[in-house]
C-alpha cells in the first residue's frame, strides 16, 4: 500500500518558473527522500532529509519535513524544461529497510 | 558505469511462461531491494536483501515469485506461471547500511509485459 501521498498529482509550469510539490505521509518516520523519475526510466535519488532535520538544500532544490504534520514538500527554482519528470516522495521507517512511496508528481517544464 | 544494473531490460512474454530478472548492485553495497512498479503509481517494495539473507518479503510476492542472492552480490528474481497482472516494471535498489541513512540507488528497471 502507498505510504504517501503527492499533491498535485500533475503540475504544468513554464521554464523559469519554481514548482512546488507536497507529500503526507501516515507512519513515524526515519527519512524520507525524493526521487525522480523520467518516463520509463529508473528512480534517480534527489535528496535524503532526516527526521530531526527541518529543511535541506541541493543546487536548485529545497525540501522541507515537518514531522507535526507528517508532511514534506520539494521545491525546484528556476526549472528547466529537463526537470519534465515524476518526483516522488519516499520513506522509511526503520534502519535501511523497504521504501513506501507516495503516488508521484508529475511535472511538465514546458519552454 | 558502477550504478546498478538490470537485465534484460525489456521482457515480452505469453502468459504461463516463466521469466527470470537479474540485478547487479552498486559492487560495496549489501543491501539489495526489489520493487514493482505499474503504469501512473509509485514503486511497490517486494524483498530485500542484506547480504545473501532475504529479510523481509511483501505480501505481494505470491509463491509464484522466487528472489535470490547467493553470493551476496547480484540478485535474481523469478517469477513462475506468469499471469498479465505481472506486466510492470520491477526495479532493483542497492545500499549500504550506515546508522544515520541509507540511500537506495535504483537501476534502470525491467519492463514486463505478459500477453
Known amino acids: 500500500s502507498q505510504q504517501g501521498e503527492e499533491d498535485p498529482q500533475a503540475l504544468s509550469i513554464q521554464e523559469g518558473e519554481n514548482a512546488t510539490m507536497n507529500c503526507s505521509y501516515k507512519?513515524?518516520?526515519?527519512?524520507l527522500q525524493w526521487y525522480r523519475q523520467n518516463s520509463g526510466r529508473g528512480l534517480v535519488h534527489l535528496i535524503l532529509?532526516?527526521?530531526?532535520?527541518r529543511e535541506k538544500h541541493s543546487g536548485r532544490l529545497r525540501v522541507t519535513l515537518d514531522t507535526s504534520k507528517k508532511s514534506s514538500s520539494l521545491l525546484i527554482t528556476a526549472s528547466r524544461a529537463a526537470d519534465t519528470a515524476s518526483y516522488f516522495c519516499?520513506?522509511?521507517?526503520?534502519?535501511?529497510?523497504?521504501?513506501?512511496f507516495g503516488g508521484g508528481t508529475r511535472v511538465l517544464v514546458k519552454p | 558505469d558502477t550504478g546498478v544494473s538490470q537485465n534484460p531490460r525489456h521482457k515480452i512474454t505469453k502468459r504461463g511462461q516463466n521469466v527470470t530478472f537479474r540485478c547487479d548492485p552498486i559492487?560495496?553495497?549489501?543491501?539489495l531491494y526489489w520493487y514493482r512498479q505499474t503504469l501512473g503509481q509509485g514503486p511497490e517494495f517486494l524483498t530485500y536483501?542484506?547480504?545473501?539473507?532475504?529479510?523481509?518479503k511483501s505480501r505481494l510476492l505470491s509463491d509464484r515469485f522466487s528472489a535470490e542472492r547467493p553470493k551476496g552480490s547480484f540478485s535474481t528474481l523469478e517469477i513462475q506461471r506468469t499471469e498479465q497482472g505481472d506486466s510492470a516494471m520491477y526495479l532493483c535498489?542497492?545500499?549500504?547500511?550506515?546508522?544515520?541513512?541509507?540511500?537506495?540507488?535504483f537501476g534502470p528497471g525491467t519492463r514486463l509485459t505478459v500477453l
Open positions: 519516499a520513506t522509511d521507517g526503520a534502519a535501511g529497510n523497504k521504501l513506501t
Open positions: 559492487s560495496e553495497h549489501n543491501r
Open positions: 507512519t513515524s518516520i526515519n527519512n
Open positions: 536483501f542484506q547480504n545473501e539473507a532475504q529479510l523481509e
Open positions: 532529509i532526516r527526521s530531526n532535520e
Open positions: 535498489a542497492s545500499s549500504l547500511e550506515h546508522k544515520a541513512r541509507d540511500t537506495q540507488y
